[in-house]
Nanobody
Framework: QVQLVESGGGLVQAGGSLRLSCADS????????MAWFRQARGKEREFVSS????????YYADSVKGRFTISRDNAKNTVYLQMNNLKPEDTAIYYC?????????????????WGQGTQVTVSS
């Protein structure tokens, strides 16, 4: 059973940084591709970033490329999202997701497990 728990959200001023964490209590974390999605109020959920099981290959939405960094520590069953130079348009609930595949995807429908989400608010 996979249980994902996000943490690290909060309120930050534009230009600031936050680091999100997603811990998995399951025992097969290292074989899953992981991703971060976000959903702003009144908008559809959107892909933010994904990382393959090995942690070697990462993918980003154009809107966060160069500002966000995804990483994972398989020994700790944790995936991270370092967010720098935050903008007000980054305000959203951020969700961690796991896919029963070693391959990445930017389609949320292909992910099997989801966390409860953590709020990120960026003030101007």
């Amino acid at each position: 059973q996979v249980q994902l728990v996000e943490s690290g959200g909060g309120l930050v001023q534009a230009g600031g940084s936050l680091r999100l964490s997603c811990a998995d209590s399951g025992r097969t974390f290292s074989s899953y591709a992981m991703a971060w999605f976000r959903q702003a109020r009144g908008k559809e959920r959107e892909f933010v970033s994904s990382i393959r099981w090995s942690g070697v290959t990462t993918y980003y939405a154009d809107s966060v490329k160069g500002r966000f960094t995804i990483s994972r520590d398989n020994a700790k069953n944790t995936v991270y999202l370092q967010m720098n130079n935050l903008k007000p348009e980054d305000t959203a609930i951020y969700y961690c997701a796991a896919r029963r595949s070693r391959l990445w995807s930017d389609d949320g429908r292909e992910y099997d497990y989801w966390g409860q989400g953590t709020q990120v608010t960026v003030s101007s």
